[in-house]
């Protein structure tokens, strides 16, 4: 199928009386855009570099660590996150973690990945910034080479965390010439809104760095006017309560805002009730500019390959809409435009 530069595709209809699509979905080439690296940190990862570290983890063993893997939100499962976070001490825990993701998701199709990590997290617990930064950006330097796979790095900031300590680990990031093509925000979302951050996207903007925050996971519609109009965010990651504000998504679908849309992190942390009541297809179906992404992979139950399946399982994705949430990752990734034609050449078979 032929898509067009606006994302938009040719046209297909089904010969009458054909069967169902049976055999197993292409692998479509993407880009994944959200995409947190510390959440990629799988169960068996945690007990392998907790024992290269000397440290005691305060669970018995993987049954027991992955019992936990049941949320009630979005802080239940921040809590078991940062605290997993304690096994990265070396540049080398940071390095095998990123490239643990890098292989997995050339598997799951990613041709192009935006990787964000929370600094903010890693200085709290005395592990440096040069440390954490140089441990990924040492796996990301050789992303191509190694699995086909162009890459940039986001840096995150806590939105529970001042704005001042956002802007003290800004000027730290930039000091050490940090090799990151955009910041982002995350962690707990409700009672922290965009707002709060404004002077840090003000600073990053003017370093030239490119925007991106969380918003609509947890939290309002009202976030994701904020995020745009006061931090001037290029794109919204979650960004699904627009669905309430139906001038909010005339507003999105109008002005092309990427969303990054993670179903099954969505259903663990209880944002909607089932993937059955998640909003991607009315999303589409509003022509908005949605992604498929997996957020946390290690702990909501899979990559983007497993997100994309079990929509198809839930929903029966057209090939037409597949090939659009492919077609619009590309679009809305911070790739040069040369890398986005190349990928959506790629895309459409050529
Ligand atoms: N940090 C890691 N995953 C997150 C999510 N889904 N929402 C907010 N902050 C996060
Ligand atoms: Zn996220």
Known sequence: MDIFADGTAAPETEPAGELPEVEAARTLPLAELHLHIEGTLQPELIFELAERNGLALPYSGLEELRALYEFSDLQSFLDLYYANMAVLQTEQD?????????????????????????PQAHLSRGVSLETCVNGVASALATSVEDFGMSTLLIAAFLRDLSEESALEVLDGLLAINAPIAAVGLDSAEVGNPPAKFERLFAKAREAGLRLTAHAGEEGPASYIIEALDVLGVERIDHGIRCMEDQDLVERLVDERIPLTVCPLSNVRLRAVDTLADHPLPAMLAAGLNVSVNSDDPAYFGGYVDDNFAQLQAVFELSEFDRSRLAANSIHSSFASEERKAELLDELNGG
């Open 94 to 118: 940071f390095a095998d973690m990123t490239r643990a993701y890098l292989a997995r998701a050339a598997a799951a199709g990613v041709r192009h990945a935006e990787i964000m990590m929370d």
